[in-house]
């Protein structure tokens, strides 16, 4: 049964990623043909548009309907990793009101001053914000397991010996859980990642702290993971005080991981949105 469910979602999924394409491509031949000069009318209007762009002759990347299809997929794939993560950060923070108070506070300060527009101008000022989104993912890696290794050559790590084509599963949920490296491992406390001291980037180096994974395999995309999750969470936090619904206590949460590839909550996140500064209307563009 898993094994069906499985085969008609990676169906389904390649069947978007083909009719994405042939979308856009209908919609351009269209426009090119009611335009007649398609080089002067054509406009972009979404990233398969610029992704096609690449698809006339002469230039000098030429990207076929698959290399297209593939960056679709590659887009797409890590799509779900940054609500996981938000999802983690704001319960941890429900079950912590000194962390969301904390937090509140530091997003209130620097945008108060900018009139109430939360965005991307002075995210790098939040520093608690950025320790919590830290601390989030030690505790509650999305890939817990990182992508499947195989090992090249024979080896030999910490006394054991490594033979050809072992494949290598690495456990960067327990890593980051380690009491040989963590203090309080299974606490959540944003401030460890404060400290000067304890500079660990998401970028491999520090292998205690892997959340992005390490070396080749390395999520491509961790810049724009964590600009997915730091824009909303300040957001969330600027304009909304939060509560738990029907008077549960904040030791009362149930913070039980699902069981699989990726480690999201098992149960939904409920809460209570309270307004406390109403979202201005954008203001015209210049
Ligand atoms: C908080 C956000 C994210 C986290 C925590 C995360 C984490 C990871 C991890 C652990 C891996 C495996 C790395 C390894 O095995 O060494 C990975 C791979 C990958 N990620 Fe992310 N990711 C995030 C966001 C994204 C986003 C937004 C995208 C795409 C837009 C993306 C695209 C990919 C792709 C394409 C790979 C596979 C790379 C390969 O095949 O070698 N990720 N990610």
Redesign the pocket.
Known sequence: MALVIKTIYVLSDFTLYHSCLANTKTRRSERAFANATYEKTFKIFCLVDVLLSFQHDGLDLWLTDDTIKAVIL??????G??PT?LDWAMAEMMRNPRIMKKAQDEVRRVFDDKLGYVDESNIDELKYLKSIIKEA?RLH???PL??PRKCTKKCEIDGYEIPVDTKII?N?WAISRDPKYWENPDCFEPERFLDDLVQVDYK?NHFEY?????????????S???A??ELPLAMLLYHFDWMLPHGMKHNEMDMTEEFGASAKRAKDLYVVPVIKRPLLPVPPFK
């Open positions: 590659d887009m797409l794939g890590g799509n990793t940054p993560t993912l890696p999305p890939v990182l992508l690495v960067a491999g892997i959340p992005f994974g390490a070396g080749r395999r390395i999520c491509p995309a961790i724009l993971g964590i997915n999750v």
